[in-house]
DNA sequence: CGGCTTAGTCAATGACATTCACTAAAGTGA
DNA sequence: TCACTTTAGTGAATGTCATTGACTAAGCCG
């Protein structure tokens, strides 16, 4: 599915009447992620894809059989972006830490995208090479089986689960900017003393930083999996 | 908001020409939930929700501005249901224990209402609520301060991120159960030396469970907390 | 060169959220 | 008890959306 076809004729962005190589799955794919990229979320409409790819709405079902399909192929396009140019380090610590960081970076720059991918399974390429990439790290570390895939399965629900909740805040708080006043300071309840700590924290609680806080658990994880390291062989 | 209203004529499930008190919020926010629960993440429509209060589907209007505030409500609910009962413990890592399974299940429960929700803010009186709770916890363990938030982010950012990403993942494999064959065994690409480890754990690697990982990694969290915990005074 | 496959097009359908004018039920004040 | 006001529930209408089916012509195969 991934290979590019014989692209005879590519004019690139007509306007009426398409030739009959125009449109492909990656060209879809392209114009997803871009169209995601640009706003809200529930901004990937087939009228729109239409009209980012110069072409008839309906056009886009010769290529994906549903909205949901192409959402899956955006989600291993994110895969492929993130482990794009990944080389695995000498020190495991470090692979992994690199894939972390990679997958936290390319989350928060497609917030949209990935709010509605990353909790999905895409049995795309770009997503198999990723799971080897924690493996062989895991591996290299020196587990190997069914301890090395508990390892590789608390590093990888880790990392998704607080990367896809951080792309999809981001998401959530670019859908609504320019709305009411943010929640920064609007923290405070009817009644201060059902809640003591929070009305004593109000001012220090609003400031987070959620990169901070995810390399805060990936390290602590990371520390954690150094100390169960097995005997050297 | 939360204050029940008169209740004058609360005629159970009628089916046409409701009287004038028969909605209130909380018995929207109770069948929307309930819809949700039954089936597919997109089911919650002004349609069903019509049906499921025996109502005109734009009666709700009268009590939500929109979709989205209902699905706000719902989230709202979804930490009341959390923290229902909810008692601190003496010793502050069962308090934070307790906690994080609370949220969990109650997640784990209602998958397709907490995936909608679980990464927005409701500003609602529960979710203070539960703030309060888990800074509670992290005072009794002796931290004050900015310190106590910054144990107060990490702890929650953890158990919202895994406990959402699994109610995402629970409510999309139910939302497709009956299709094509469950990923379990199909995780085999086109060329399996590119990806050795994978190949090689393919009977291992499928079989997941989350909830272990997930209190794995809050006991890994407590652990860390615990090592770092301030002298007393 | 004639026929076949199929990508891109066009029009139609049905589900959906949201709006608006309407009506009458509940509350209010005398 | 009776006008009077407020507003909750209703029904019809609108515009957006995903999806389907029939149609047409572009490229391919012989």
Redesign the pocket.
Known sequence: MVVAP?A??RRAG???????????RELIVGAALRILDEGTA?????????KE??????????????????VIAVADELIRLAIEDYEPSDVWEDSLRDLAERAWNTFAQHPAAAMHTFYRVTRGPHEIAAVDAILAAVHQAGWTGREAVLHYQTFSTLVLALSGSNAARLSASLDRAGEGPEWMQEYLPADPSRVPYVSALRDDLPQTDRRRVFQRLVEVLLDTMRADLPAKS
Chains 1, 2 share one sequence.
Do not use: C, D, M
């Open positions: 014989k005879t004729a007509q306007h009426r009447g398409l030739n009959r190589g125009s449109l492909t529930a901004g990937l409409t087939f009228a729109r894809l239409g790819l110069g072409a008839s709405p309906t056009a886009v079902y010769r290529h994906f059989p549903s909205r949901e399909s192409i």
